[in-house]
């Protein structure tokens, strides 16, 4: 896999930030003033606009809110909403790794299986192919057994039909990889780790407090198909992490931005006082600490009815209040929500209430991308999505306030996730507040990020605010396609039992 083409926060000039923040901010009074001037869909949109609202004085608070929890989390067990957890990985690639490496990436509703030939530092990775499966929803929420045998019986099918061109570097002896498990895990090893929640749809509930690797290795075991074993344990963000280290030195942190949201770092040793398991971590070099950022939370993020909403009637309320304001997963439905709100307190859609708004999760991120996007006159993008899910004859007034809503949700998910950012560099003393400047990459993998514009706009416009013109220069995001399942197979070589 190459590198991706990078996007530097230094790019976007001062002039192109400023017009970003008059424009976001300006957009729904644009809205209103062409629209149905005064009248209730305005009055509701202006004060969820308002409520969702991120000043930079409040994104500041909110960054170093970051940094405490963070520090706390590093602390004791139960001091932060974020569990920082030891990832037990104290070495990254080098470029030297050499022969056939597989992984099971594990991140959603989807799974996907690679296999990779590296060929060292002169050949990098020679050759890679990857099967994407999806997960039958009745598989996420029925019992582990049943999840881990349909995982196995797709990895042992998909080794089985390796072909010589792989086989031939092939290490003797069995197969090895790694699993990107991209759930909150207690690790207690390289290779083992009990899962503490899940999230993201699933509801497994014999899941809960068992050893991911050992689940899948039974399960695997079961198939009796060609040896397998589990050589590394990593979540989607180490697994980026690792991926885009091995192509950029300077990768000190790795992100997810994409259905669901997390984040992880190197962390030094020293500066890690809780116990593992009763006894002190390691107090020499650095670790990669995981995260699990989406249960970050603060007295100062600004919620909505919406969010509330939206909270109380989810598979796990009270938990992962981050994340349902930034992931992907959760964007579209903050805009059902609302415009489902709109319909029946405003008459949006001329007096009707659409049923298919009253259908958790129908409109999706893909969609509000879509029609945030939408720049034509008559928004016409608008109308075909919204046609899409079943909502015909839309006059001009309601796109726009329809166009407001989506500019609204997705503004303030993208100055949340650039407080985090923030609050990382902060952490590590990337942020040139001492003054001292070094080129910092962050490994971004996510379809959030990657595909919705103007997201990506928002989030460095907001980078910018909060770091300073010339700080910003030394923060690179770079955008690794992919990276969780490549850097798995990567730590899988790193930890390899055959040296």
């Given at each position: 896999?190459g590198r ?39 009055a ?10 991120l000043?930079?004085?409040?994104l500041?608070?909110?960054s170093?809110?970051?940094t ?6 590093l602390?004791t ?12 990985v ?5 470029g ?28 990098r ?6 099967e994407?499966v999806a997960?039958p929803?009745?598989?996420?929420v029925?019992t582990?057994?049943e999840l ?10 998909f080794?089985?039909r390796?072909s ?12 090895e990889?790694?699993?990107?498990f ?14 503490i929640?899940w ?6 509930a014999?899941?809960v407090?068992?050893?991911?690797v050992?689940?899948l ?11 397998l ?6 979540n ?9 280290r ?20 190197f962390?030094?040793?020293?500066n ?11 107090k ?15 007295s100062?993020?600004?919620t909505?009815h ?15 209040l ?5 992931g992907g ?12 709100k ?5 008459s949006?859609?001329?007096g ?7 259908t ?6 893909p969609e509000?991308s879509?029609?945030?996007?939408d ?15 079943g909502i015909?004859?839309?006059?001009l007034?309601t ?5 407001d809503?989506?500019?609204?949700v ?16 902060r952490k ?16 971004m993998?996510?379809?959030l990020?990657e595909?919705?514009a103007k ?16 700080a910003?220069?030394?923060v690179v995001?770079?955008i690794?396609?992919d990276?969780s399942g490549?850097?798995?197979?990567l ?9």
């Amino acid at each position: 896999m190459g590198r991706e083409d990078s996007v530097s926060n230094g790019l976007i000039t001062t002039a192109t930030l400023a017009c970003v923040a008059v424009l976001a901010m300006a957009s729904v009074l644009l809205g209103w003033q062409k629209g149905r001037g005064g009248g209730r869909v305005q009055a509701l949109i202006y004060e969820f606009q308002h409520r969702c609202a991120l000043p930079l004085h409040l994104l500041r608070k909110i960054s170093e809110a970051m940094t405490l929890e963070m520090t706390a989390g590093l602390t004791t067990e139960s001091g932060s909403s974020m569990p920082m957890l030891p990832t037990f990985v104290e070495k990254m690639p080098t470029g030297n790794e050499k022969g056939v490496y597989y992984a099971v990436d594990l991140g959603g509703t989807n799974f996907r299986v690679l296999r990779v030939l590296l060929g060292g530092r002169e050949k990098r990775v020679m050759k890679q192919e990857f099967e994407e499966v999806a997960i039958p929803h009745p598989l996420m929420v029925g019992t582990s057994v049943e999840l881990y045998d349909f995982i196995a019986k797709k990895l042992t099918d998909f080794v089985s039909r390796e072909s010589s061109e792989f086989s031939t570097h092939a290490a003797a002896g069995a197969r090895e990889l790694g699993l990107t498990f991209s759930f909150p895990i207690s690790q207690h090893s390289i290779n083992s780790g009990l899962l503490i929640m899940w999230t993201k749809g699933f509801k497994i509930a014999d899941g809960v407090g068992q050893d991911v690797v050992q689940a899948l290795q039974q399960a695997m075991n079961r198939q009796h198909g060609p040896k397998l074993r589990v050589a590394a344990l990593v979540n989607d963000t180490v697994g980026t992490m690792a991926g885009g280290r091995y192509f950029d030195p300077d990768v000190m942190i790795g992100i997810i931005l994409g259905t669901g949201t997390n984040a992880c770092y190197f962390e030094r040793a020293d500066n890690v006082h809780k116990l593992q398991n009763g006894k002190p971590l390691p107090k020499t070099g650095s670790m990669v600490y995981n995260m699990e950022w989406g249960a970050f939370w603060s007295s100062h993020i600004p919620t909505t009815h919406v969010d509330e909403q939206l909270d109380a009637e989810s598979i796990n309320p009270g938990q992962q209040l981050y994340e349902k304001m930034i992931g992907g997963m959760y964007l579209g439905d903050i805009v059902r929500r609302m415009l489902l709100k709109l319909a029946r307190e405003a008459s949006l859609f001329s007096g009707e209430v659409p049923q298919q708004l009253m259908t958790p999760f129908v409109l999706g991120t893909p969609e509000v991308s879509k029609m945030h996007a939408d720049e034509s006159i008559d928004l016409r993008v608008v109308a075909k999505t919204l046609a899409k899910i079943g909502i015909h004859r839309t006059d001009l007034h309601t796109r726009r306030a329809v166009h407001d809503v989506c500019d609204i949700v997705t503004l303030r998910s993208a100055r949340l996730a650039a407080a985090g950012i923030t609050g990382i560099l902060r952490k590590i003393g990337r942020d040139g507040k001492n003054g001292e400047y070094t080129r910092t990459v962050i490994a971004m993998d996510g379809g959030l990020y990657e595909h919705y514009a103007k997201f990506r706009i928002y989030i460095h416009a907001a980078l910018t605010e909060l770091l300073g013109e010339e700080a910003v220069k030394y923060v690179v995001v770079e955008i690794f396609k992919d990276g969780s399942g490549i850097g798995a197979t990567l730590l899988a070589a790193c930890h390899s039992q055959h040296g």
